[in-house]
């Protein structure tokens, strides 16, 4: 089942691995720069305890139109911001770097800023971390400033496992869009659903729930990629090791997907689809 096959092969290996060079690249790089605006204290943010990292970035910036501190990079534009759940912050043993959607956004050119942590989602908060938006609004993790390449909103699984409405995962979806448009009036935002299986194949709550995610996206004007069928359509059931998390081979094979996925909306920064290390540009 599904299209793979057809599909050019990534060494996503090499994939995760130029991910972490990038990251270890910036770390040590932190906010020394003058700041504007209301300043926010590091212990109040505790990036590190709170799961993510402001490794490359060279300051902080107080944002007007958004009304919160944001990083300052060198090259904005070169930057995907995903915001996500497990799917992108790692489970069970696979690493941030080695999930499906980093994998895929750095296998399109993107430098990948992660932000939100797992067990949380749209309406799904896992104390002491909050939902995307008012994590974002408590400024629980700062965003990067300025035009960055694109943005990424992914999740909805804890939210389905929440027993979060149709209504309530709407308005969750259009929440965080609302915030994030604050800082991103110009920028592309995309928003990917749930990974679950088709309806057919057992889907329930998960399935339902990409669906309403994808309503929700198309009522703001953002495109929306579905991946309430890819457990079926990508024969991924064989790669879970609980109801909702893949291994390593499994991320790739989703990855793989998710990237053609990418290409077809005209997405691709660049293509590193590795030859010799080479990276080709989009075509």
Known sequence: ???????????????????????????????????????????????????WSDAGSTGTVFNAASGRQELE??????????????????????????????????????DVVFRGRGGTGFTAARPPYLDYADALRAQQWLLPHGDVGLVVLQGGGNDARAGASDAEVHAGVTGLVEEVRRSYPTSTILVVGTLARSLEDGGGRRHAVDAAVGTAARDAGLAFISAGDWITTEDLGGHLLDRAHLDEAGHRIAAERFLEELRLRGLMRSERLLAGGAEAPAS
């Open 73 to 110: 990079y060198p090259e904005p534009r070169r930057l995907a911001v995903l915001i996500g759940d497990s799917q992108s912050d790692g489970a069970a043993g696979v690493p941030g770097e080695a999930t499906w959607p980093r994998l895929a956004l750095t296998a399109a050119g993107y």
């Open 1 to 51: 089942m599904g299209s793979a096959h057809r599909r050019p092969r990534v060494v996503w290996a090499a994939v995760a691995a130029g991910a972490l060079l990038a990251v270890a690249a910036g770390a040590g790089v932190l906010a020394q720069g003058a700041e504007q605006g209301p300043a926010v204290a590091r212990g109040a943010v505790q990036p590190a305890a709170l799961g």
